[in-house]
Nanobody, 117 residues
């Protein structure tokens, strides 16, 4: 029953910034870790960043130091601040809940991020 609604994507130049937002149900945000994933044509979907219910974060090596994930359990929102964007960051970005190795809910429509000059 858990569905996710992503927003905030767009077209930016290399070196620019975007802030992505994800909305879900209150029960999801109070119970599970939340993550941002991305997928570009011809590539596997990959985990970009994750945050636990306690606020512990982890990042893919490719985005470490540039992206910041955060969550607001009152508003039931998770965010991804993306700085110093590179062309290789171009992808559709999705948010999803997880419990250990299990993914919770279903994939949403995602939001397109395009980094190009």
């Amino acid at each position: 029953q858990a569905h996710f609604v992503e927003s905030g994507g767009g077209l930016v130049q290399p070196g620019g910034s975007l802030r992505l937002s994800c909305a879900a149900s209150a029960s999801v945000f109070s119970t599970y870790a939340m993550g941002w994933y991305r997928q570009s044509p011809g590539k596997q979907r990959e985990l970009v960043a994750q945050i636990t219910t306690g606020g512990t974060t982890n990042y893919a090596d490719s985005v470490k130091g540039r992206f910041t994930i955060s969550r607001d359990n009152v508003k039931n929102m998770v965010y991804l601040q993306m700085n110093t964007l590179k062309p290789e960051d171009t992808a559709v970005y999705y948010c999803r809940a997880s419990y250990g190795s299990l993914l919770i809910g279903s994939w949403g429509q995602g939001t397109q991020v395009t980094v190009s000059s």
